[in-house]
């Protein structure tokens, strides 16, 4: 099946600094998806991508759905400790059985104040 | 509150009991998506619901699961003889079309088998 591979797997930075993180497979995806993760909460969406080459901005997040629909990156300008969870990525696939989403493991961001 | 909902938020089974996790869909949402999320890793896709209906279960173990959306009432996933490998975050989502790209999650159950 599908396999997303996310990087880094972890983060450490200071607050106010940038921080960019992606995500790549080998299969074509027509949807990447955007998740932050609070622990003991549900994977709340930040940003959706449906076109090869969009970028989308929302807030201080910007992503970006790679022209060969195999990568798309997710970056946070000017972190803030809120920022600290756990992003992942998503791909979905429309076919008959759309909505079934594909995730990468996970990006933990820690935020030093 | 209009989210989904989950419960129980944590479930204690021993081995061999059975575990019963329900998932309400948001409202007017006709469409259920439930994954498995192991520590430190992404969300499996395991199962997806309409109602009375399994539209893609192609995610879930072949023996011991099984899930249903019916009618009236919430959502259920269903393990039987839980074994310690069952232990994990469950998440349920939902969305108001069969296009799913807008999924909303719930809160999640955390099951452990002792």
């Known amino acids: 099946g599908q396999q997303l591979n996310q990087s880094p797997q972890s983060m450490f930075i200071q607050e106010g600094e940038d921080v960019s993180m992606n995500c790549t497979s080998s299969s074509i995806f027509n949807t990447w998806l955007w998740y932050k993760q609070d622990p003991g909460e549900g994977p709340v969406l930040l940003i959706a991508?449906?076109?090869?080459?969009e970028l989308t901005s929302n807030g201080r997040l910007t992503a970006q759905f790679g022209i060969t629909r195999k990568d798309s990156f997710l970056n946070i300008s000017a972190s803030i400790p809120s920022d600290v969870g756990i992003y992942f990525c998503a791909g979905q696939i429309k076919n008959t059985n759309a909505g079934k989403s594909t995730f990468g493991d996970g990006t933990t961001l820690t935020v030093k104040p | 509150n209009a989210g989904v909902m989950q419960n129980p938020r944590h479930l204690v089974r021993r081995r061999g009991q059975e575990a019963r996790l329900r998932c309400s869909p948001m409202k007017g949402h006709s469409h259920v998506y439930w994954y498995r999320q192991l520590p430190e890793e992404g969300l499996k896709f395991m199962v997806y619901?309409?109602?009375?209906?399994?539209?893609?279960e192609s995610g879930m173990p072949k023996e011991r699961f099984s899930a249903e959306f019916p009618k009236e009432g919430p959502s259920i996933l269903r393990i039987q003889q839980v074994v310690r490998g069952d232990s994990a975050a469950y998440f349920c989502?939902?969305?108001?079309?069969?296009?799913?790209?807008?999924?909303?999650f719930g809160p999640g159950t955390r099951l452990l088998v002792l």
């Open positions: 619901l309409q109602k009375e209906n399994i539209i893609d």
């Open positions: 989502a939902s969305s108001p079309d069969h296009f799913g790209e807008t999924q909303y």
């Open positions: 991508l449906y076109k090869a080459g």
